[in-house]
């Protein structure tokens, strides 16, 4: 069986999704779509996969962009549509998503309401299957309960404390900042993002707070997590180098000690568009003292959801396991582990 699939909002999220779409072998990526003409609408449309709101038709046709359809058009002939509008967009096309009877996958910038439940590949993949809608969580999200429930699933997990240090915009937002201050997003604590963990996992202590920074690269997080019982620094590092999507970057990289060469990393080794959907830990950085860890990791905000979303598709469908849909979507990827 080869899943139907369409992206609503052919964004920074969309086009990512679009295209780790097009690496499966049991999903089809049917069309995409568009608001404005713009140079992605050409790529789509040479793709010959783009479709646009019913008022847009004559926009795009005027820009000399050719559309194979409506966004309707597109409903009546996918399986599922993965929503990558802007945040707060997608709760808007739930009632057509209803309409037309597809499922329908919701990003981070969604609340948790709108799709009523909160996916993380490595937390609850099997407790999609059968659901009409999910949300993946957001980037920092996401890196959060990478490290959680890799974690979990071996040590009994306390408490989570992470401090937060929130990239001001990605590299294309010329009109978003700051570019010259440190802002505590938001000022009171907690921020939100312990919230959305327990969307995902809602006996957890977790509690974070977030500032944002003039940079564009990627997300840092400072946690520190408290166990039940005393554990070991080799038993946490064995742990985390094991697990899925964690690339521990080894002490002997001396020269990535930050998230500029993190990046510089990811284009070294070919990487499309730098993408890392990898959660980056420093390994020196990860230090115990008897019950507690601390560690710091870095988030490539653009592209660490798109793993999430490929298995997102496979476990709303109940296409294979959790353990296939990993070993699939990564080695379609370059994920190597
Ligand atoms: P984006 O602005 O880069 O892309 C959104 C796309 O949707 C654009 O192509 C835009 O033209 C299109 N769009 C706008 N209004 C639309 C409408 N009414 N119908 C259809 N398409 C429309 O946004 P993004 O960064 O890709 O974010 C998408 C979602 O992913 C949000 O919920 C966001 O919170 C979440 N997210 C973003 C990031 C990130 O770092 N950018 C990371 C994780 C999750």
Redesign the pocket.
Known sequence: MSVKVAV?????????VAEAVLKQDDMTLVGV????P?Y?AMIASRMGSLYV?EDRVEKFQKAGIEVQGT?KDLLEKVDLVV????????K??KPLYEKFGVKAI?????KHEVAGFSFSTLCNYEEAEGKQFAR?????T?GLLRLICALRNHFKVKSVRATIIR?GA?P??TKKGPINAIVPNPVTLPSHHGVDVRTVLPDLDVQTVAAVVPTTIMHSHVLNVRFEEPVTREDVLKVLEEAPRILVIPSELSGVKDTAKIIELARDVGRKRYDLYELAIYEESVSVEGDELFLMQAVH??S??TPENVDAIRALTGLVSKEESLKKTDSTLGIVR
């Open positions: 609503n909002g052919f964004g920074t999220i969309g086009k990512r779509t568009k608001t404005k713009d992605l709101p966004l929503d990558a509008t802007p945040g707060g967009v997608g808007e096309y919701f990003q981070g910038g969604e993946v969580v957001s980037c920092n996401t990239r990605d294309a937002e905000q653009e660490i959801v």
